[in-house]
């Protein structure tokens, strides 16, 4: 085997061309490709283009004919296949000869993964994030109501419509209290909750991307990235989605969830019928129920995978229910425990 006369294909790493190269070992391989390809020869070294396993003289007989080199100079490395996934995905370059391609491909494919996956990459590349105004991008903004002139505003509606049906959800458990001083207690409650919620202009922000950094959730150019489900720290998939890009990403969006770590329905809002019970309105820690309510504070942006709609079994800190005035109101109502004499 040794000495045959082996044909390969070898192309350089920052390049997609190959060339047609016939040797008889690596010595002789590399002085051609060199000269081809106009690679110094002191330090280069060829490497297997799928997985960037480096061809040694050992190694060079066993390869079929015709196998796909690549040709490292020196510094230069190769992991495989993912090189050049990455120069694809380097849109600045690519982008228009990549759409066209993913266009040509998707027209003939017959297979329904391969079209999902053209499908994906077509709809990335051709992102329109940038265009922000309706008369810049119309086809956005189909089917969203006519007063809202850019996208960043109507993500800010987006968001402050989520919020404002937390707020009804708090409204409707009034129906559920049947004694009429803890109902008035609870109104006064949620009018106050209101008040602030309205201060916060309903916490619109975290939606819209010309807000400043620490207020939003998305990146200045408009990518949301999933947070996890709650108990989870991060996405394990990794979800992320862009709904200033195209219709069909805002769209999608819709499907995302801002979950309530310790549960609105099942614990929160329990929680503060409870807590009135007994105390008044102005008892009321109201800081740390809207913060559970309407905040980041136990609000997690979750990918509709990742939203798990299973109990969660966390509860309110039962510490941080009340404010201050009131607890030590409490502990010094607490009866004192008299002492025995002994005899």
Known sequence: MFGKIKPVKIRSCSENRKYGIAAKDVKELLKKACNLLQ??????????????????????????????????SKGQTWSGVVCDISQLLDTDRHADSLIEAAKGL?????????????????????????????????????????????????????????????????????????????????????QSLTEMLKTAKYNGCYFDRTEKQPDRLCTQEGWFTCQGSFDEKVCKSLHSINPYGSREGRIVFSTWNLDHRIEKKRTV????????????????????????????????????????????????????????ATKDLKA????????????
């Not at 309407?294 to 299973?310: A, D, Q």
């Not at 010094?332 to 005899?343: E, F, I, L, N, S």
């Open 106 to 190: 998707l027209s003939d494919e017959k297979s329904s993964k391969r079209r999902k996956i053209l499908t994906d990459l077509l709809q990335n590349l051709e992102d329109r994030s940038e265009l922000e105004s309706r008369e810049e991008d119309e086809d956005w903004f189909q089917g969203v109501d006519s007063r809202f002139k850019t996208k960043s505003a109507y993500m800010k509606y987006n968001c402050e419509s989520r919020i404002r049906g937390y707020l009804k959800e708090l409204d409707d458990a009034t129906k559920s209290i049947q004694k009429a001083k803890v109902r008035a207690e609870f109104l006064k409650t949620s």
């Open 269 to 324: 809002i329990p929680a503060l019928l409870e807590a009135l019970q007994n105390h008044r309105s102005t008892d009321i820690n109201l800081n740390y129920f809207y913060q559970l309510l309407f905040t980041r504070e136990n609000l997690k942006l979750v990918h509709i995978v990742c939203h798990k709609k299973g109990s969660h079994n966390l509860q309110c800190d039962t510490k941080k229910i009340y404010n201050n």
């Open 332 to 343: 010094k109502q607490k009866p004192k425990v008299k002492k025995r004499r002994m005899t």
């Open 39 to 72: 690679v110094p020869l002191s330090g280069a070294r060829v490497c297997l283009y799928e997985d960037g396993t480096i061809v040694t003289e050992e190694f060079f007989p066993t390869l079929a004919d015709n196998t796909e080199l690549v040709l490292l």
